[in-house]
């Protein structure tokens, strides 16, 4: 890797011969597969602050179909639960300390398009690139918030795309003036709609891969309690 280079966006690759370089619609990548990043190569430094743990019911954990992590206050977490009516649960700014035996549910990190919010988001994946989370959980990717209504300026708009490539996915959900007063809009946004498409599809590829065979959960570390939260 060069010294130029981007340590959180990947290389992109030629598509095979014959094979379209066309990006489908709504790509699903599952969690076990994310992106290797060389930590010495890249030169990823630690995170500066870190979320807190918590430790989760077993009736919960086992009814819970997908987590979402506000990774700072406001980052409009509750609002994206509730719009989603999809079997998530708010946990936030906390990783879920999942009871030993419960499948890995699909996580989502959650910020808000502002600096403060984008910040909070990279510290976050680097907590989970440096493996100090818990285990118990499958990072799906990173849902941006909008802050404001209207485009993300330029400055933000490139450290958005800057953490798109540290994660499997991530979505953008548009500023919904409805939620501001704490109401649901008659429409949803038709982001929501691919982003509850996308955690299903997950869960399926996890009840296939399970049935298959045991796989390595990619949150998990067997010095797991080594990194246990101090924030």
């Not at 990043?37 to 995170?47: M, N, S, V």
């Not at 936030?92 to 699909?106: D, E």
Request: proline share 12%; hydrophobic share 40%.
């Amino acid at each position: 890797m060069s010294a130029d280079a981007n340590p959180w966006v990947p290389p992109r690759a030629a598509p095979d011969e014959g094979e379209s370089a066309a990006v489908p619609a709504t790509p699903v990548t599952p969690p076990w597969q994310r992106p290797h990043l060389d930590a010495e190569a890249g030169g990823i430094p630690t995170p500066t602050r870190r979320l807190g743990w918590w430790r989760c019911p077993r009736r919960l954990a086992v009814d819970v179909a997908w987590w979402a992590v506000g990774v700072h206050g406001g980052a409009g977490v509750t609002r994206l639960v509730s719009g989603m009516a999809a079997g998530g649960y708010d946990v936030s700014q906390h990783w879920p300390v999942v009871p030993a035996g419960v499948k890995a549910r699909p996580l989502l990190l959650v910020a808000r398009t502002d600096q403060h919010g984008l910040r909070a988001a990279q510290d976050a994946i680097r907590e989970w690139f440096w493996r100090l989370t818990p285990p118990g959980f499958d990072l799906a990717g990173l849902v941006l918030m909008a802050d404001a209504p209207g485009k993300l300026p330029p400055p933000l708009r490139n450290q958005a795309r800057t953490l798109a490539g540290s994660v499997p996915r991530v979505w953008h959900i548009p500023w919904v003036e409805e939620w501001r007063f704490g109401e649901q809009p008659e429409r949803p946004p038709k982001e929501l709609t691919g982003l509850r498409e996308h955690l299903t599809e997950l869960s399926r590829l996890s009840a296939a891969e399970e049935t298959a065979g045991p796989a390595e959960n990619s949150t998990q570390d067997a010095n797991w309690n080594s990194g246990r939260s101090s924030a």
